[in-house]
């Protein structure tokens, strides 16, 4: 009894190791632990049947009187008694090692069937201390916070870019009245330097010209000035001419 007992515990440690306890997996451990009991139950019930049948071979071989009989039957029952407490040990004992042993992620260790009266959630085992309304309000609490300040970042980030984006904007419109203001300068400056260009030109000609006149006005003077002189020297000239000719005729 104790070997077969402790064999199935090793197997049902074994499994137990590679049951899936995922938050979102309902896992039908009620209807295994029923297998378990029925098995064992099955198992104590076999050997009760094998104990009275040694009893009746202990009385075909040698003859017991009726008080040593009424002894064994008492005997019997009291080994029902105490297999039946044995049992229930047994699986109070199962039922706490399978609550308190660590489980790991493996969902295709075990196959499963699943009912509606034989669920066990991960809320039913003792290792959470919170019920399920609590966790579910908790669980949306902390949702909700995450939301909020995900939605306090995300416009706190908007308003940020939105600044940035307005600052830009500003610095545009400031450089481009710049260089609309620099343009017009620069287009004044051009009409100035050409103003100076045809100012200069004019004047450049004036030089020119001015001095054209100045050297034709110097020989014009020149010329009339030996024009005047050779007329001088015929009025002076005519008349002693005249004289002569007079004379030699």
Not at 59 to 83: L, N
Not at 145 to 156: A, G, M, P, Q, Y
Not at 202 to 229: E, F, V
Request: with cysteine; charged share 30%; hydrophobic share 30%.
């Amino acid at each position: 009894m104790s070997n077969n007992l402790s064999e199935l515990d090793s197997k049902i440690q074994e499994k137990a190791m590679k049951v899936d306890m995922d938050i979102c997996r309902r896992i039908d451990i009620t209807a295994r632990l029923c297998d378990v009991a029925q098995q064992r139950n099955c198992e104590d019930v076999i050997q009760m049947y094998q104990t009275p049948l040694s009893f009746n071979g202990s009385e075909c071989d040698e003859p017991v009187s009726t008080s040593e009989s009424d002894g064994g039957v008492v005997k019997d029952e009291e080994h029902c008694g105490s297999s039946a407490n044995q049992i229930n040990e047994e699986m109070q004992r199962m039922l706490n090692q399978l609550r308190e042993c660590e489980f790991e992620d493996d969902c295709d260790s075990l196959a499963w069937e699943e009912t509606e009266e034989t669920l066990l959630l991960w809320e039913d085992f003792p290792g959470l201390t919170w019920p399920v309304e609590l966790r579910g309000r908790r669980y949306e609490d902390c949702l909700e916070k995450v939301i909020n300040d995900t939605e306090c970042l995300f416009k706190s980030r908007e308003k940020e870019y939105q600044e940035t984006i307005d600052q830009i904007e500003l610095e545009l419109a400031t450089a481009k009245s710049d260089m609309n203001r620099h343009l017009h300068e620069y287009m004044e400056m051009c009409s100035m330097k050409r103003g100076l260009d045809v100012q200069m030109e004019t004047c450049r000609r004036l030089i020119t010209q001015s001095g054209d006149r100045y050297t034709h006005a110097n020989t014009h003077t020149q010329t009339h000035t030996h024009r005047q002189t050779d007329l001088h020297m015929l009025h002076v000239m005519f008349p002693l001419c005249f004289l002569i000719f007079s004379k030699l005729e």
